[in-house]
């Protein structure tokens, strides 16, 4: 059973920086997967914002290309995001997804296929 454990959020001034971490167990990064960030921000409904998967490579919404960059350090067994330059508009409950199959969908922010596994959440608050 593949399990996800958020953490890293918090409450910040905008132009400041966070690292969320998505800590797993389950996941044998040896194989293939593919690993995303979603947020929901009031009254929004769920996006994702960045994947990456086990070749290593990544898509992100447009909004937050250059600002946010996912990572994967799998002696840890983590999942990355480290978010740049906020805005208030990154307000919002952030989720890490994963499944044990898949890649990356180019231009969409997302793993082609529907991920399986998803944590909690970690609240990120962006204030002007």
């Known amino acids: 059973q593949v399990t996800l454990v958020e953490s890293g959020g918090g409450s910040v001034q905008s132009g400041a920086s966070l690292k969320l971490s998505c800590t797993t167990s389950g996941l044998i990064y040896s194989n293939n997967y593919c690993m995303g960030w979603y947020r929901q921000g009031p009254g929004k409904e769920r996006e994702g914002i960045a994947a990456?998967?086990?070749?290593?490579?990544?898509t992100y919404k447009d909004s937050v290309e250059g600002r946010f960059y996912a990572s994967i350090d799998s002696a840890k067994n983590t999942l990355y995001l480290h978010m740049d330059s906020l805005k208030p508009e990154a307000t919002a409950m952030y989720y890490c997804?994963?499944?044990?199959?898949?890649?990356?969908?180019?231009?969409?922010?997302?793993?082609?296929?529907?991920?399986?596994?998803w944590g909690r959440g970690t609240e990120v608050t962006v204030s002007s």
């Open positions: 997804a994963a499944d044990t199959a898949g890649f990356i969908y180019p231009g969409n922010a997302t793993c082609y296929y529907d991920l399986n596994y």
């Open positions: 990456i998967d086990s070749h290593g490579d990544t």
